[in-house]
């Protein structure tokens, strides 16, 4: 192609030749594959692998059938990349198993020195790239990727397999950038029972992925960033199927996930029984498995619960909306070091027409050094627990509820039952709707010694302000107020 224009400075006529983009690399079809969509492509793919020379796996528009995973050992092929058409390139995964997997050899950490030539030389930087895999057999999976180190899955569209993107043993310095993972019978990402430091899974779209959309699993992890993501509707649609969760860390049974971020996402769903948009399982009796996880400036939306952390250490939830927490927006469930600070947690009108029934609010249940603070909550309440305020504090220590806004709760502001050294300052619980549903600003019941109830501005509710049949508790320099 000839290109003419004009020099700016010289004000003379320039001819050049523009070369159309050509990917060099072993071109599938060049070995057989016909990409018609009929034919069994199988061995011409694998013996385009075994002969490619300069590392490239060449995948030309087509539809590439295929029976049995396409396995690329890296210690003996020389691929360091598969590549495809963006949107017209398809693997069509008719067998049991992934599509591809790609095997190296690292067994060691991230350090340097624990890097073999090995890897060095034939297995850094693995990409997957402008790939479509698709399933067509119930037990096919997209990706499966082990014993790498530095390995990019980048702008793939895995559809309509069982898992989508699978880590298998260890890996390290993990990149998934700019991927469409969807309508996958089991998990979108699944990390089950492996080692990973480093993994940045960044600007995907991640959606209706029935067993969840990323999901850890009994993993010893660390370095986790979750950042920019779709992650919406993955759960089980058919009534009675599995309780899932957008994003699902579950060390319930084994492993450690710590040292991450969840941060710049929209993380929504339809509502399930049992569903979660953020779900953090620890192990009973042990806080320490989970933790040191910062969940920031997302939105969440629109299940069953929006948050739930179970035995967690170490988890600060900062800046994040939430909205339509159809049984609560947080359950904080024996958990300790927890800051909930600056989060808004609405209820905008136009997200709730009238069948719509999701009070929302936050529950803390055995939990110590619990921070909530500057927080907006709009509404709330638990209609069918006996603890029902908007914030729902039980058989805890050290919680401080500061500087939160606590407008129009279903039942009462913030309950407090049970629970040592609550202090609960300079906040306002207050309804402007008339007539008034709110029965009492704060109820504290039980025993509750060194609990502390300071400079905060009160509605009067149905019951009073304060409804206190609680014992150690001081109340002071509170402003009551029946305006609406």
Known sequence: MITYFKSARWGSLIICLVLPYVISGANVK??????????????????????????????????????????????????SKVEGVAGNSTILMEGPGAAVLVEGTHDGTALPATVSKMTWSKEKLFTIEHIEIKGAHPKADGIHLKKLIQPIVSQCLIRRVKNGICFLSRNRNVLLLGNQIYDCDGVGVYLDSVNIHQININDNHISY???????IRHSEIRNIQIVGNDIEYNHESASGGPASADIWVDCSKGGSVREGTISGNTIQAIPHPGGANIRLSGRTGDYNKIGLLSITGNHISNQDVNIELDHCRGVSVTGNTFIRGYDRHMIINTSRNVTISGNVFDRNEDYFPESVNALGGIVIGQGRNILLSDNIIEGGGNRNGTIKGAVAITDSREVSVNGCHIQNPEFSGIEVANSVNVQITNSLIQEDKNPGRMSSGIHLRGACPGTRIHANTIGAGKQGAIVN???????????FTDEK
Do not use: H, W
Not at 41 to 70: C, H, K, N, W
């Open 30 to 79: 060049d070995y057989g594959a016909r990409g018609d969509g009929v034919t069994d492509d199988y061995e011409a793919i694998m013996e385009a692998a075994r002969f490619s020379t300069d590392g490239v796996l060449l995948f030309p528009a087509g539809q590439y059938r295929v029976t049995r995973t396409i396995r690329l050992n890296l210690s003996r092929v020389n691929i």
């Open 209 to 215: 992925c029935k067993q969840g959309g990323i999901k």
């Open 469 to 479: 049949n609680a014992t150690g508790v001081r109340i002071q320099g509170t402003v």
